[in-house]
């Protein structure tokens, strides 16, 4: 549930509903688990709507709503660091760059 955070006392609507999932079997172990790759998708408030806007997502670092209108996430696909931002009314992404790449060896 994505709703704007507010310093007032009265709750913020509900903006959108968030869902992380596997859909496919990435890492090959024959099972839909946590290990695998994520899709992450939006819907509106009431369920309906529901759009996927990240795919092949490996971890997701974080995200908030950051305004009425977007939504952030910062995800990581291999060994790149990227971060998104999310349109609220259409669900479709305004901003998705990279942030860093991680070396191969630390």
Do not use: C, M, W
């Not at 992380?20 to 408030?45: F, M, P, R, V």
């Not at 709507?49 to 995200?63: E, I, P, W």
């Not at 009314?89 to 942030?99: A, M, N, R, T, V």
Request: charged residues 25%; glycine residues 6%; aromatic residues 6%.
């Amino acid at each position: 549930q994505l709703s704007e955070d507010s310093d007032s006392e009265k709750k913020s609507p509900t903006k959108a509903l968030y869902f992380e999932y596997a859909s496919q079997d990435s890492n090959g172990d024959g099972e839909l688990t946590h290990s695998d790759q994520s899709t992450i998708a939006l819907s509106k408030s009431d369920g309906t709507g529901l759009n996927t806007v990240l795919t092949g997502v490996d971890r997701v670092l974080s995200y908030e709503v950051v305004n009425e209108q977007q939504f952030s996430i910062v995800y990581q696909i291999g060994k790149i660091i990227r971060h998104a931002r999310i349109s609220l009314d259409s669900f479709k992404p305004e901003i998705d760059q990279e942030i860093i790449r991680l070396p191969d060896q630390l």
